[in-house]
C-alpha cells in the first residue's frame, strides 16, 4: 500500500475495508478520520480524497494566516496605545471567534470589573437549582429555564422582552474592551 501524502499535515492512502477498495484519511496524529469507498472510479475516488485532505490542510493554514495577520496589525495598534474603531473592533471580535471555534477554544469577553466569574458563579447556582428541581439535563438546561421564566414573566405581569434587552445592555456595559480566547 502506497500512502499519498501532500506537503501538509493531512493525508490519505489507498486501503481496504475489507469489502470494497478505500482511499483513508488521516488527520495528523494518524488517525483514520474518513474513508472514500469505490468499486470502478478509482480515480474520482483519490480525486475527492485529495479534495478533501487539501481543504482540510487549507483549513488549517488559513486559521494560522488569520492569527498572524491579528498579531501583527490590530493587536501590535492595541499594544500601543493605539484605539481601534468600532469596525475594527467588531472585525476583530469575529476573527477571534472563528480562530477560537476552529482551535476548539472558546472566547471570553473582557472584563474590566474582574467581576464576571463572579457573575457567571451565581448564574450557574441558578442553573443548579433550576436542574435540581426540573431534573434538566446539561444540554437543556439554559434553554428550559430561560423559556420558564417567559412563564413566569407572563403570570407575574413583566415584560420579558424589555427584561432580555435590558440584560443585553447589562452584559455589554459589563464586557466592554477587548475579548481574550482561553482553551
Not at 474518513?34 to 488549517?60: P, Y
Not at 428550559?144 to 452584559?171: M, Q, T, V
Not at 455589554?172 to 480566547?181: C, D, F, L, N
Request: glycine residues 6%; contains cysteine; proline residues 2%.
Amino acid at each position: 500500500m502506497t500512502t499519498q501524502h501532500t506537503k501538509e499535515e493531512f493525508t490519505y492512502s489507498r486501503g481496504t475495508d475489507g469489502v470494497d477498495e478505500t482511499f483513508d484519511i488521516y488527520d495528523p496524529s494518524g488517525k483514520h478520520l474518513v474513508s472514500v469507498h469505490f468499486w470502478d472510479e478509482e480515480e474520482r475516488a483519490e480525486a475527492t480524497a485529495k479534495m478533501i485532505v487539501h481543504r482540510m490542510n487549507l483549513h488549517e493554514r488559513l486559521v494560522e494566516a488569520l492569527n498572524y495577520l491579528l498579531e501583527q496589525t490590530v493587536d501590535q495598534d492595541l499594544k500601543h496605545g493605539i484605539t481601534l474603531s468600532e469596525g475594527e473592533e467588531d472585525a476583530r471580535t469575529k476573527a477571534l471567534a472563528v480562530i477560537a471555534e476552529a482551535a476548539g477554544s472558546r472566547i471570553l469577553p473582557p472584563d474590566p470589573e474582574g467581576m464576571n466569574d463572579k457573575r457567571s458563579a451565581w448564574a450557574g447556582a441558578a442553573i443548579a437549582a433550576f436542574q435540581e428541581t426540573t431534573g434538566t439535563d446539561d444540554e437543556d438546561a439554559l434553554s428550559d429555564l430561560l423559556g420558564d421564566l417567559r412563564h413566569w414573566a407572563d403570570r407575574n405581569n413583566y415584560d420579558f422582552e424589555a427584561a432580555s434587552l435590558r440584560a443585553r445592555c447589562h452584559y455589554e456595559a459589563e464586557t466592554g474592551g477587548v475579548a481574550k480566547v482561553t482553551e
